[in-house]
Nanobody, 119 residues
Framework: EVRLVESGGGLVQPGGSLRLSCAAS????????MNWVRQAPGMKLEWVAG????????YYHGPVKGRFIVSRDNSKNMFYLQLSDLKTEDTAMYYC????????????RGQGTQVTVSS
């Protein structure tokens, strides 16, 4: 059974930073591209960033490019998202997902981790 457990969210001021983690199990992590998606209150899921299987090619949605950094550790089945220069519009529940880059899951598997950016 695929299991994805997100952590690392919190309340930060605009301009702050956070590092999100995703612990993956139940599937061949090394062979799966990974993504981060987010859902703001009242909004649809939005793709944020992704990374290829080898961890060598990152992909970013325009609004986060230059502020977020995606990475993975295949030896630990871990996937990360470093968030910097956070803006109020980054406030959302963040989820990781396995599968093709930029494909938004119909329903996230994990419980997500809440990021709230507020002064």
């Amino acid at each position: 059974e695929v299991r994805l457990v997100e952590s690392g969210g919190g309340l930060v001021q605009p301009g702050g930073s956070l590092r999100l983690s995703c612990a993956a199990s139940g599937f061949d992590f090394r062979s799966s591209p990974m993504n981060w998606v987010r859902q703001a209150p009242g909004m649809k899921l939005e793709w944020v960033a992704g990374m290829n299987t080898h961890g060598t090619i990152p992909y970013y949605h325009g609004p986060v490019k230059g502020r977020f950094i995606v990475s993975r550790d295949n030896s630990k089945n871990m996937f990360y998202l470093q968030l910097s220069d956070l803006k109020t519009e980054d406030t959302a529940m963040y989820y990781c997902s396995e599968g093709p880059i930029a494909v938004i899951p119909s329903k996230p598997r994990g419980q997500g981790t809440q990021v709230t950016v507020s002064s």
